[in-house]
């Protein structure tokens, strides 16, 4: 779209159409008649074409006119309707929201996307879900979750939903911040058989990225293997016992940079994969979620540079 086309153009030309005359269109607008006639007269040039005809003493809307009439009409009806939805969004009583949220999502930008949701005054209550992305991805196809905020899961999982990627990030091997592989120079993954590794469950998005990157360097299992998707029992489990954890990095990426954890040195680059917001596919969003996502996506730009 041509950026030099306002608003008031498209306004000012359905008036014009409307009344067929420039001076009521001028009267209806509350402006001046010149103002009216400098605006069409902007609107033309930008557009190439005439878009008013004289038609005795007063105008007409030329052929053309009409081509362009009909797209401007819906344009600001589109408007109008985006205007009312918002208002009924803003209203006492918004509609509810449902989120299912994964690990790295739940720990890093939902919090203040969610607290800066609630104090934009939509009245809609937030409900906040977590589980596997399965369990998620399910009960969003019921309709029982209006968003997912995680990981892309497999093809096969994706039917019927959209997926928008927001960014993405690498799964990380952390540990403690006195654990003795930070010390190794030539850190391998063979060297996690001597300790206790917590791992994703197998129902995960992230457990295929884990199993691939352990197969890949001979590693078919480990003696000594814990599954989780619980961070707080994987942080205080790797503090404590001395154990390795293969986590999203955003999940934990407060305490790497506070220094309470610390991230193993070796290429990940096989586990990246997106981070987005799923919903369900052909489903128009409500006001107060379509909001939300824009919230969430704000907050992630603010964030990037940390995942």
């Not at 992305?133 to 019927?160: I, Q, T, W, Y």
């Not at 469950?201 to 990225?209: A, D, F, L, T």
Request: proline share 5%.
């Amino acid at each position: 779209m041509d950026q030099r086309i306002k608003f008031r153009h498209l306004q000012t030309f359905l008036e014009v159409a409307r009344q067929r005359s420039v001076g009521k269109a001028a009267d209806a607008l509350a402006i001046t008649q010149p103002a009216v006639t400098r605006t069409m007269r902007e609107l033309e040039e930008i557009l190439g074409v005439a878009l008013l005809e004289k038609e005795g003493r007063g105008i007409r809307v030329s052929h053309l006119g009409e081509v362009f009439l009909k797209h401007a009409a819906e344009s600001l009806a589109s408007v109008q309707r985006g205007m009312d939805s918002l208002a009924q969004a803003m209203k006492s009583e918004g509609p509810p929201i449902s989120i299912g949220t994964l690990p790295t999502a739940s720990a890093t930008f939902m919090p203040d996307a969610v607290a800066e949701f609630l104090a934009s005054g939509t009245g809609s209550q937030v409900k906040i879900a977590t589980g596997e992305n399965r369990v998620l991805l399910d009960s969003l196809r019921l309709g029982e979750l209006d968003l997912v905020v995680g990981r892309l899961a497999a093809p096969e999982r994706m039917a019927g939903l959209f997926f928008e990627p927001l960014y993405s990030e690498e799964v990380a091997i952390i540990v403690s911040p006195g654990h003795p592989l930070l010390a190794r120079r030539n850190f391998t993954l063979g060297a996690l058989a001597n300790y206790t590794v917590l791992m994703p469950n197998k129902g995960s998005v992230i457990r295929p990225y884990v199993d691939r990157l352990l197969l890949t360097n001979g590693i078919p299992d480990l003696p000594k293997m814990l599954e989780t998707v619980s961070a707080s029992f994987g942080r205080a489990f790797v503090m404590r016992h001395n154990a390795v954890w293969f986590i999203s990095r955003g999940v934990v990426v407060d305490e790497l940079e506070s220094g309470r954890l610390a991230e193993l040195s070796i290429d990940m680059s096989e586990t990246r994969g997106a981070v987005g917001l799923t919903t369900q596919a052909g489903v128009e969003p409500s006001a107060a979620l379509a909001l939300m996502m824009q919230t969430i996506r704000n907050h992630v730009a603010a964030r990037t540079a940390l995942f």
